[in-house]
């Protein structure tokens, strides 16, 4: 008999519980199989998001194609064409393994000979509307998530610490986990970094919002591997990048981001300022970290992969005469959990960067635009100064009336109840304007800071043309340290995938391997006009060694 290789997936839980369950996709390619007299196999897939993923992450699909291409495989079931893949390029691939091997492919109700013209257009045509239709959908939810954003709620998943939900679904402060935030932000301010403070909680039992949630445990997904592992509850405790993404998250400035939209409006548990300065301690803390200093790395903290979010570490081998920066991802913890970022040529990117914030430095002009994009004026800071001392002279005013209330309560007019009510209401007063002298304060200390910046630029473009002419590594990392915020890299492989052209803008092209480097500025004036985005091809020898750059 004839074999029919039932192929199954869901991408997601919500798609399990809503579309077609991997227990219902197979019983339907069964029916299948007895309808065309055939004896059958099933492969079975949990996989990734099906607009996202490749075959890296599809062990299950990528067996099934070996399969095809040895001439095992010749009929192949899956519930509807989307099941295959959402991805474009992988899309094609498959589609091209079919056609070459003689697979048919079966759904429901249609066959599809890919040998056959009409066939192929047939199904290219069904693939672009199940496309478009799961596009609608997508932007539909997405929108009602923004709305719903926009109004407070919490879109979903487990609740950041310090928050808890009202009968809206709105976002509010749960007093009991904001005491812990506090305490988060006093270690950080003392000095501790983010494993320490960490293990401080942990030593003092206090639990996470996982183990409130959770009675057992849960199941997590590993960002690089995707593998599904069962974490027990004792294991859900604090960790350094916990502690890291609590202290970095906007969220408790008052500010949300989502689909690339900052929402302001959640209840903040610190302020803007505060904030900004822990961001500042942050940066500085880690790239002042003794670890990775055996050998010099321009780039080092500055590079991030673009596929998981890791930061790359330089990686110098003279024996093996490698020079590379590679993806945090490669390091076992505690079993690799590589995300597919290729290493990148070290010497490559340190010399791309470098000649970019040379050329934006030496373009005409850039100084009066810097100045007037940190332009501070003096009667701002005066007015801010003389608003401080109004504040010192009304904390010393709430002194006074605090020591007349002792008197009165002494000479016997009032009750002690009484006395205690009025002085909990002149301590309230003295400390909402002490909230107000420090953020004050802390703005003219941001106005001096942003004026030490500008002239600390102005005198690091000076020095430009002696750095570059010294090679002054040094140097090159200090003027980097003031005008990169990140790098951002991506690597884009087809010739894994074998696929030879793709539709880019509707145009057919020749697909290349390269790497993609996106630069983001700390100055947003900046940013707009220098945005950019390079293509460095992995194999120099065919293809040329760099692709001309774009300014978006």
Same mark, same amino acid.
């Given at each position: 008999?004839?074999?029919?290789?039932?192929?199954?997936?869901?991408?997601?839980?919500?798609?399990?519980?809503?579309?077609?369950?991997?227990?219902?996709?197979?019983?339907?390619?069964?029916?299948?199989?007895?309808?065309?007299?055939?004896?059958?196999?099933?492969?079975?897939?949990?996989?990734?998001?099906? $607009?996202?993923?490749? @075959?890296?992450? &599809?062990?299950?699909? +990528? *067996?099934?194609?070996?399969?095809?291409? #040895? /001439?095992?495989?010749?009929?192949?079931?899956?519930?509807?064409?989307?099941?295959?893949?959402?991805?474009?390029?992988?899309?094609?691939?498959?589609?091209?393994?079919?056609?070459?091997?003689?697979?048919?492919?079966?759904?429901?109700?249609?066959?599809?000979?890919?040998?056959?013209?009409?066939?192929?257009?047939?199904? $290219?045509?069904?693939? @672009?509307?199940? &496309?478009?239709?799961? +596009? *609608?959908?997508?932007?539909?939810?997405? #929108? /009602?998530?923004?709305?719903?954003?926009?109004?407070?709620?919490?879109?979903?998943?487990?609740?950041?610490?310090?928050?808890?939900?009202?009968?809206?679904?709105?976002?509010?402060?749960?007093?009991?986990?904001?005491?812990?935030?506090?305490?988060?932000?006093?270690?950080?301010?003392?000095?501790?970094?983010?494993?320490?403070?960490?293990?401080? @909680?942990?030593?003092?039992?206090?639990?996470? *919002?996982?183990?409130?949630?959770?009675?057992? /445990?849960?199941?997590?997904?590993?960002?690089?591997?995707?593998?599904?592992?069962?974490?027990?509850?004792?294991?859900?405790?604090?960790?350094?990048?916990?502690?890291?993404?609590?202290?970095?998250?906007?969220?408790?400035?008052?500010?949300?981001?989502?689909?690339?939209?900052?929402?302001?409006?959640?209840?903040?548990?610190?302020?803007?300022?505060?904030?900004?300065?822990?961001?500042?301690?942050?940066?500085?803390?880690?790239?002042?970290?003794?670890?990775?200093?055996?050998?010099?790395?321009?780039?080092?903290?500055?590079?991030?992969?673009?596929?998981?979010?890791?930061?790359?570490?330089?990686?110098?081998?003279?024996?093996?005469?490698?020079?590379?920066?590679?993806?945090?991802?490669?390091?076992?913890?505690?079993?690799?959990?590589?995300?597919?970022?290729?290493?990148?040529?070290?010497?490559?990117?340190?010399?791309?960067?470098?000649?970019?914030?040379?050329?934006?430095?030496?373009?005409?002009?850039?100084?009066?635009?810097?100045?007037?994009?940190?332009?501070?004026?003096?009667?701002?800071?005066?007015?801010?100064?003389?608003?401080?001392?109004?504040?010192?002279?009304?904390?010393?005013?709430?002194?006074?009336?605090?020591?007349?209330?002792?008197?009165?309560?002494?000479?016997?007019?009032?009750?002690?109840?009484?006395?205690?009510?009025?002085?909990?209401?002149?301590?309230?007063?003295?400390?909402?304007?002490?909230?107000?002298?420090?953020?004050?304060?802390?703005?003219?200390?941001?106005?001096?800071?942003?004026?030490?910046?500008?002239?600390?630029?102005?005198?690091?473009?000076?020095?430009?043309?002696?750095?570059?002419?010294?090679?002054?590594?040094?140097?090159?990392?200090?003027?980097?340290?003031?005008?990169?915020?990140?790098?951002?890299?991506?690597?884009?492989?087809?010739?894994?995938?074998?696929?030879?052209?793709?539709?880019?803008?509707?145009?057919?092209?020749?697909?290349?391997?390269?790497?993609?480097?996106?630069?983001?500025?700390?100055?947003?004036?900046?940013?707009?006009?220098?945005?950019?985005?390079?293509?460095?091809?992995?194999?120099?020898?065919?293809?040329?060694?760099?692709?001309?750059?774009?300014?978006?």
């Amino acid at each position: 008999m004839e074999k029919l290789f039932i192929y199954t997936r869901v991408s997601t839980t919500k798609q399990s519980e809503e579309g077609y369950s991997l227990q219902a996709q197979k019983n339907l390619g069964v029916k299948k199989a007895k309808s065309l007299k055939m004896d059958y196999q099933v492969f079975e897939e949990a996989g990734a998001s099906a $607009a996202k993923e490749d @075959l890296d992450n &599809r062990p299950v699909m +990528r *067996k099934l194609l070996d399969l095809c291409d #040895r /001439g095992t495989v010749k009929n192949v079931f899956v519930v509807e064409l989307d099941r295959l893949s959402r991805n474009p390029a992988t899309e094609i691939y498959i589609r091209k393994v079919f056609q070459d091997n003689d697979v048919i492919l079966h759904t429901l109700n249609q066959k599809f000979d890919f040998k056959s013209y009409e066939d192929e257009f047939l199904s $290219a045509l069904q693939t @672009l509307l199940a &496309r478009r239709e799961n +596009r *609608k959908r997508s932007e539909a939810s997405k #929108r /009602g998530m923004l709305e719903a954003v926009k109004q407070g709620k919490w879109h979903g998943g487990i609740l950041p610490y310090g928050y808890t939900k009202d009968e809206l679904g709105s976002l509010i402060p749960d007093e009991e986990e904001r005491v812990t935030y506090n305490r988060i932000v006093e270690l950080h301010f003392s000095g501790m970094g983010c494993n320490k403070i960490a293990d401080v @909680l942990n030593r003092k039992g206090v639990k996470t *919002k996982a183990q409130k949630m959770y009675k057992k /445990g849960t199941h997590v997904v590993d960002k690089f591997s995707r593998e599904r592992k069962f974490k027990s509850k004792d294991k859900l405790i604090w960790k350094g990048g916990t502690i890291h993404g609590i202290l970095t998250n906007p969220l408790y400035k008052g500010e949300r981001s989502f689909l690339d939209e900052k929402i302001k409006g959640t209840p903040p548990l610190i302020s803007h300022e505060k904030w900004g300065i822990i961001q500042k301690n942050m940066k500085q803390n880690f790239n002042n970290s003794p670890r990775n200093t055996k050998r010099f790395y321009l780039l080092r903290g500055m590079l991030y992969c673009k596929r998981c979010d890791c930061k790359l570490f330089g990686l110098i081998k003279p024996s093996r005469n490698m020079r590379a920066y590679c993806c945090m991802s490669k390091r076992p913890d505690p079993s690799p959990r590589f995300c597919g970022l290729k290493n990148i040529n070290l010497d490559k990117i340190e010399n791309l960067v470098w000649s970019t914030v040379l050329r934006i430095c030496s373009s005409e002009n850039i100084k009066n635009e810097l100045a007037k994009h940190f332009e501070v004026k003096a009667d701002k800071k005066d007015d801010l100064l003389k608003q401080i001392e109004s504040l010192k002279r009304k904390v010393k005013e709430k002194n006074k009336e605090k020591e007349r209330v002792m008197r009165l309560y002494g000479s016997g007019e009032f009750s002690e109840d009484e006395i205690e009510k009025i002085a909990s209401t002149i301590n309230e007063e003295k400390q909402a304007i002490i909230s107000n002298l420090e953020l004050l304060t802390i703005k003219v200390t941001n106005l001096h800071d942003n004026q030490a910046f500008i002239n600390s630029l102005s005198t690091a473009m000076e020095e430009l043309k002696r750095i570059d002419t010294k090679n002054d590594a040094k140097g090159k990392r200090r003027i980097l340290e003031m005008f990169i915020d990140k790098i951002i890299v991506d690597y884009h492989d087809f010739e894994n995938l074998g696929i030879d052209i793709i539709e880019e803008n509707g145009n057919v092209v020749q697909p290349t391997n390269e790497h993609t480097i996106e630069i983001k500025l700390k100055i947003p004036l900046f940013e707009k006009v220098f945005d950019l985005t390079y293509g460095i091809p992995q194999n120099e020898k065919r293809r040329p060694p760099i692709k001309s750059v774009r300014d978006r």
